[in-house]
């Protein structure tokens, strides 16, 4: 039986190495044996490899068939020539968003109601930074460096300061040596208080007293950008409230924002800005269409300003509140007779909200300012304005032959009570209704209806604000 064996075993050899088998005993049978098992086992290795060679490594493909592994190697070709493709066009990590926030708004005082959406009106209180369309890009590139453009016709900080330019960010934040020190440059809208220029991430329609009256707009120059584990700084030099100096204007301002942050759901931050700034008290105009001052005019005032804010989330309940001081000097509305005052103010605003129903929210916010001094002026605000509560009221006029200045030294302070609902449709539409209390320590909204000048105004909005 054994040599019956070794008889198969020999033929097997034969037909394997294609001749006949020169072993002539057990041993060098067995030999050739565990050769050509050896070549065998070489040979089903190479084809291991060959098929592997494209893919993941052998490891990686437990489990799949030949037919899963070639379908797996052609995902892989096709995701890496479509990366190939959007890097050769520019669109690696490009990232775009935007809304759209159409609003309506009825406001007593100015006896007006009706949509707002891209059109102009003075940016105060009943026309802010709502009714806005916003487009914004964000690249990052592999070192981390990061840009950012964000364009919003009429609405943006651009618009306001830089003669209807749609553009309301424009910057690029690079990398020093970490990802966590930066250098950020360009133009950056302004960073104060707990209340953001989008309204997507506000609660209420209208902003604060203090965000509409006591913060800069934006800022053009270079800002370091630190995180060190749960703080986060911000400070630079900047033109503040426009995109370059005029002749004679020469001096940046210090800006900067300190933020801690105990957790997701509370922390606080404080600002401050220490500089030159525009300031329209010095080129008021006369009857003549001069400036009053002629020898002052256009030139940029000291500023100084600080500013505190926090918030707070447990569950559905967030609280969030800021408080803010400032001056600048020569900008206080009280100048008829010759004499340039230092504007000074302060103020608080808090705001309370409370989702009674997983989607529907209630918001209350109260804020005060204060700004009796030389007859009130606040930043970029060195003027009477009857549209929106600020001055001495009552439609003042100076009259240079019966001069009165204990009245045109002084100036209305400020309050508005805001309340709001708002429900979220989906995670990209949230509907908000407010409605809004604005009072003021002396007569000073001008009634269009008569004429007549009132220490009240009543304002009642809704908006859609749609987000992708």
């Not at 034969?14 to 070549?39: D, F, I």
């Not at 490899?49 to 494209?54: C, N, Q, T, V």
């Not at 009256?213 to 630190?226: E, H, M, Q, R, S």
């Not at 957790?263 to 931050?269: C, N």
Request: glycine letters at 10%; aromatic letters at 12%.
């Amino acid at each position: 039986m054994k040599q019956h064996t070794l008889a198969l075993l020999a033929a097997a050899l034969a037909l394997a190495y294609g001749g006949p088998v020169q072993a002539q005993s057990n041993e060098e049978l067995l030999k050739e044996l565990r050769a050509l098992k050896e070549r065998v086992t070489q040979l089903e290795d190479k084809l291991k490899a060959a098929e592997g060679k494209a893919a993941k490594p052998a490891e990686a493909q437990w489990g799949m068939t030949p037919e899963q592994v070639r379908e797996f190697n052609r995902i892989a070709v096709k995701t890496e020539a479509l990366e190939d493709s959007q890097e050769a066009l520019g669109l690696k990590n490009l990232k775009i968003t935007g809304f759209i926030d159409p609003t309506f708004i009825a406001n007593k005082a100015q006896n007006t109601a009706g949509f707002q959406l891209l059109n102009k009106d003075p940016y105060a209180y009943d026309s802010g930074y709502f009714g806005m369309a916003l487009l914004d890009f964000q690249k990052e590139m592999d070192g981390g460096t990061r840009y950012k453009l964000t364009l919003a016709p009429d609405r943006g900080t651009g618009s306001v300061f830089n003669g209807g330019s749609i553009v309301h960010e424009a910057s690029v934040n690079i990398p020093l040596g970490d990802l966590q020190t930066r250098l950020w440059v360009g133009q950056i809208p302004d960073w104060t208080g707990y209340e953001m220029t989008a309204p997507p991430l506000n609660k209420l329609i209208t902003h604060n007293l203090l965000f509409d009256y006591t913060a800069p707009t934006a800022y053009t120059g270079a800002v370091a950008d630190i995180t060190r584990g749960k703080w986060m700084i911000k400070a630079g030099l900047a033109n503040v409230n426009n995109s370059r100096k005029s002749a004679g204007n020469k001096t940046p301002a210090l800006v900067y924002r300190v933020d801690y942050a105990k957790g997701e759901f509370q922390g606080f931050g404080f600002t401050g800005l220490h500089g030159k700034a525009y300031n329209y008290a010095t080129d008021a105009l006369d009857g003549s269409g001069a400036p009053r001052f002629a020898d002052q005019a256009g030139k940029d005032t000291r500023v100084d300003m600080l500013e505190l804010d926090a918030y707070f989330i447990r569950g559905d309940f967030t609280w969030q509140g800021q408080l803010s001081w400032g001056r600048q000097r020569h900008a206080a509305i009280f100048n008829e007779d010759g004499q340039l005052r230092d504007a000074s103010w302060s103020g608080l605003s808090t705001l309370m909200a409370y989702k009674f129903i997983p989607r529907w929210e209630v918001t209350g916010r109260l804020d005060y300012l204060r700004n009796s001094k030389n007859g009130g002026g606040l930043f970029g605000y060195s003027y009477d304005d009857s549209h929106n509560g600020i001055g001495r009221g009552n439609g003042f006029f100076w009259d240079d032959a019966n001069p009165d200045p204990d009245t045109a030294g002084k100036g209305a302070n400020r309050y508005a009570l805001s309340l709001g609902l708002s429900y979220l449709l989906n995670q990209n539409t949230i509907w908000k209704l407010e409605y809004r209390y604005d009072g003021a320590s002396l007569p000073v909204f001008l009634n269009t209806k008569d004429g007549s000048f009132t220490k009240t105004n009543q304002l009642l909005g809704t908006s859609m604000v749609l987000s992708f």
